[in-house]
């Protein structure tokens, strides 16, 4: 009986217009730090809901191709955003380049820098974390720097993956793995570890975060959007190390 009143009762809020101006955003786990700070902004300034959903681009885009009820889409690299304009799934005009960021290296707090040419030997018997390089964006990016400087072949065997960045980075600031390549923001959001090298912007493809609206979009949703590239916005990413959009 219990279960059968919840389930009504959910079923009743979903319906009703208590829930009309929640928004759904599915965004990078790189955005995190960044999304929690935002949704609280957003939530304090117009009184709406904002339910953010945080994982790798490639598990967020296969959700929404699934039917998952997103309203607002922001991924960490073009590609996966590629994917849904050509399923359709995107509101025509709405997609914009909304940030940039750094790739590094990262070794526990304290660690000395290294050059990443080095980083083979310093390895040792460890393993390199890394998210999905198949797949998750930050992974694609570190796979393609390691290959632009020649260190793939060695490195490739020898990488510990995970679902998505801050897993990656979870593995370094916990002593599991001795060394990781995730974004500058990701490093400076956790204190248990120090960026050691930072790769060269030539050597991996531009690292872009586009948005957009999602299935029907919505006023609201399109105005969390719009926000997202305002001021107050501007100023949290900014003070997060994330970088204007290249190009």
Not at 147 to 163: I, N
Not at 169 to 194: I, K, Q
Request: charge should be negative.
């Amino acid at each position: 009986m219990r279960g059968t009143f919840v389930l009504a009762l959910l079923l009743s809020l979903c319906a009703g217009p208590a829930l009309a101006d929640r928004i759904t955003v599915f965004a990078a786990a790189s955005l995190k730090t960044a999304m929690d700070r935002l949704a609280a902004l957003y939530e304090d300034a117009t009184g709406g809901r904002v339910t953010v959903a945080l994982a790798g681009s490639s598990a967020l885009a296969r959700q929404i191709q699934q039917g998952a009820p997103a309203d607002v889409f922001v991924s960490a690299n073009a590609d996966w955003m590629d994917r849904l304009e050509a399923d359709g799934l995107l509101v025509p005009g709405s997609r914009r380049d909304l940030l940039g960021n750094r790739l590094v290296l990262v070794a526990p707090d304290g660690a000395a820098p290294l050059d990443p040419a080095d980083l083979p030997a310093a390895l040792g018997e460890g393993r390199l974390a890394m998210a999905l390089v198949e797949a998750v964006p930050a992974g694609i990016y570190g796979r393609a720097a390691l290959e632009s400087l020649g260190l793939w072949q060695a490195l490739g065997p020898r990488v510990a993956q995970a679902d998505n960045v801050r897993a990656a980075l979870a593995l370094v600031a916990t002593g599991a793995a001795p060394y990781g390549v995730v974004y500058a923001t990701d490093a400076a959001a956790e204190p248990r570890v120090e960026v050691v090298a930072t790769f060269p912007d030539d050597s991996h493809p531009p690292i872009v975060y586009p948005a957009a609206l999602v299935g029907e979009g919505g006023a609201e949703a399109a105005a969390f959007l719009d926000w997202l590239g305002e001021g107050e916005a501007g100023a949290v990413f900014a003070d997060l190390g994330f970088t204007p959009p290249p190009g």
